[in-house]
């Protein structure tokens, strides 16, 4: 990864777009944490609707752009009052435009999806479920 040093970053992201299912929110609201240096990177979201959840996320490859992919089971966090499960989560930056994308996946039988508008059908085959 040519010895790329980054400090850590906070950012907040919008997940507007269903790609499965039935929303059980209006609006969602996430903030994510991540950092890399030479190689290595560790992520986590943060919040969801201000909300703490602190879910780590894996670096999963750190070649072109930072993918990181969380690795739990099924994990039960209220939402705006709702008792929901986090089945899994997926963030991509591209650190050259700074572009970031994100998935969420909903309840125990992956029945809900929830991504960044910029997410593109050509991550579809890149859904672990």
Same mark, same amino acid.
């Given at each position: 990864?040519?010895?790329?040093?980054?400090?850590? @970053?906070?950012?907040?992201?919008?997940?507007?777009?269903?790609?499965?299912?039935? &929303?059980?929110?209006?609006?969602?609201?996430?903030? /994510?944490?991540?950092?890399?240096?030479?190689?290595?990177?560790?992520? /986590?979201?943060?919040? #969801?609707?201000?909300?703490? !959840?602190?879910? %780590? +996320?894996? &670096?999963? =490859?750190? $070649?072109?752009? /930072? !993918? @990181?992919?969380?690795d739990m089971p099924p994990t039960l966090v209220t939402v705006n009052g709702k008792e929901v499960y986090i089945f899994r989560?997926?963030? =991509? #930056?591209?650190?050259?435009?700074?572009? %970031?994308?994100?998935?969420?996946?909903?309840?125990? =039988?992956?029945?809900?999806?929830?991504? $960044?508008?910029?997410?593109?059908?050509?991550?579809?085959?890149? !859904?672990? +479920?």
């Open positions: 990864m040519n010895n790329i040093v980054l400090n850590k @970053f906070k950012f907040n992201l919008i997940l507007d777009t269903i790609l499965l299912g039935t &929303s059980f929110c209006d609006e969602f609201n996430y903030q /994510f944490e991540y950092e890399v240096n030479e190689g290595y990177g560790k992520a /986590f979201l943060k919040t #969801i609707n201000n909300t703490a !959840v602190n879910i %780590r +996320l894996y &670096s999963l =490859d750190l $070649t072109k752009n /930072f !993918v @990181f992919i969380s989560i997926l963030l =991509d #930056i591209n650190p050259k435009t700074n572009e %970031r994308k994100a998935l969420v996946i909903y309840h125990k =039988d992956a029945s809900f999806i929830h991504t $960044t508008i910029n997410w593109e059908n050509a991550h579809s085959s890149f !859904v672990p +479920l």
